[in-house]
């Protein structure tokens, strides 16, 4: 099962809620398991097998994206926020840097379950 995470040639600074010109919004969307506050910005690139997500990051926080599971009639994407185990002095600021997975086959009309999950590294 190929996952990915990547920044990629993705624009930087996306809003939440703006796709790029060359994407192709996702419509069959699970946001569900999302904080409120967190983006539901998702599409895909190319051939379909790209998925692209705004993830949502802050001061010393680290996004990254993963795919956890791919079934007929859906892909579960995982965001994880990884944070620093020691304390340190870090910005406060909010950022929302899109992410890419790689799927084995396009998404088509697979509905995208989004979920989200802190840790300490």
Do not use: Y
Not at 12 to 37: I, Q, S
Not at 50 to 74: D, F, I, M, N, P
């Amino acid at each position: 099962m190929p996952t990915a995470t990547s920044p990629s040639e993705l624009p930087p600074n996306n809003a939440p809620g703006e796709v790029p010109p060359d994407g192709t919004p996702v419509t069959k969307l699970d946001a569900n398991a999302l904080l409120p506050d967190q983006p539901r910005t998702v599409w895909t690139v190319g051939d379909g097998k790209t998925v692209a997500v705004l993830a949502q990051e802050g001061g010393c926080g680290k996004a990254s994206a993963s795919v956890l599971e791919q079934t007929a009639t859906a892909v579960k994407i995982e965001l994880l926020e990884t944070t620093p185990l020691t304390k340190q002095m870090c910005t406060m600021d909010i950022r929302f840097p899109p992410l890419t997975v790689q799927l084995s086959e396009p998404l088509g009309e697979r509905t995208v379950v989004l979920t989200s999950r802190q840790e300490q590294k």
